[in-house]
């Protein structure tokens, strides 16, 4: 799988990969370094980084990343039989080029809110609920923009990236803030993760977590009826 990765230095690109402070600014809010190798704070494969001429690597369990710096390209191996055109994974790493422009764009440091809500419904019926009109990935304006309306308060945002039906995230304009969304496989059901990334010292929304639960979540009831 080949990656365009953002405009910017050479030098700050590699920061961005290869530093734990840049790291939780844009993969994972939880990310750390030690002797080299990069362990997320919630799930994924712990990776180890190194370069490669101009380039650097990221290599674990099931997965190669090569990141060429002065090419801004970047692809992602089959390595250890790991299957990387999966399309769930593709939107994962969609999701985070998407986070790692935003990061690029300005310093500062950034915070997170994340809510995982189980997902009872098939792609395809989640995605509805996504698109839907108090959902986050309705049509864009003429000029690219669009409103998108999340525990009672509306935001204006411009989309970044759309996977149907897995995957969305949209700039909040208003906040110089980062929204993405992605329904992805879980243990025994689908999982819907919603992740907020806020730069600055704009206050956290409050009843997001509701929001998105209401949206995805009591699914088993509308699956098994009444009577069970």
């Known amino acids: 799988?080949?990656?365009?990765?953002?405009?910017?230095?050479?030098?700050?690109?590699?920061?961005?990969?290869?530093?734990?402070?840049e790291l939780r600014r844009w993969w994972d809010p939880d990310a750390t370094l030690a002797d080299g190798d990069l362990s997320p704070g919630l799930d994924g494969p712990t990776l180890a980084i190194h370069a490669d001429g101009d380039a650097v690597v990221w290599e674990g369990e099931g997965i190669r990343a090569r990141f060429d710096l002065a090419g801004r390209t970047g692809v992602v191996e089959e390595h250890g039989g790991a299957d990387v055109e999966d399309p769930d994974?593709?939107?994962?790493?969609?999701?985070?080029?998407?986070?790692?422009?935003w990061a690029l764009a300005a310093a500062g440091p950034v915070r997170w809110l994340r809510f995982?809500?189980?997902?009872?419904?098939?792609?395809?019926?989640?995605?509805?609920?996504?698109?839907?009109?108090?959902?986050?990935?309705?049509?864009?304006g003429p000029d690219g923009r669009r409103t998108v309306h999340i525990a009672?308060?509306?935001?204006?945002?411009?989309?970044?990236?759309?996977?149907?039906?897995?995957?969305?995230?949209?700039?909040?304009?208003?906040?110089?803030?980062?929204?993405?969304?992605?329904?992805?496989p879980g243990e025994s059901v689908n999982v819907a993760r919603l992740e907020l990334l806020v730069r600055g010292d704009t206050a956290l929304p409050e009843g997001w977590g509701p929001w998105v639960a209401r949206r995805f979540g009591m699914t088993w009831v509308a699956q098994l009826g009444e009577d069970g």
Do not use: C, K, N, S
């Not at 910017?8 to 530093?19: F, I, M, S």
């Not at 994974?89 to 422009?101: D, H, R, S």
């Open 152 to 184: 009672g308060e509306r935001y204006g945002g411009r989309g970044v990236v759309t996977v149907a039906p897995r995957a969305v995230a949209l700039r909040l304009e208003d906040r110089d803030a980062l929204v993405r969304l992605q329904v992805g």
């Open 116 to 140: 995982d809500v189980p997902v009872a419904l098939a792609y395809e019926d989640a995605w509805g609920r996504i698109v839907g009109p108090e959902g986050l990935a309705g049509a864009d």
């Open 89 to 101: 994974f593709a939107a994962g790493w969609a999701l985070a080029l998407a986070a790692l422009e």
């Open 1 to 21: 799988m080949r990656l365009l990765l953002p405009a910017g230095p050479p030098e700050r690109l590699r920061a961005a990969l290869t530093e734990a402070a």
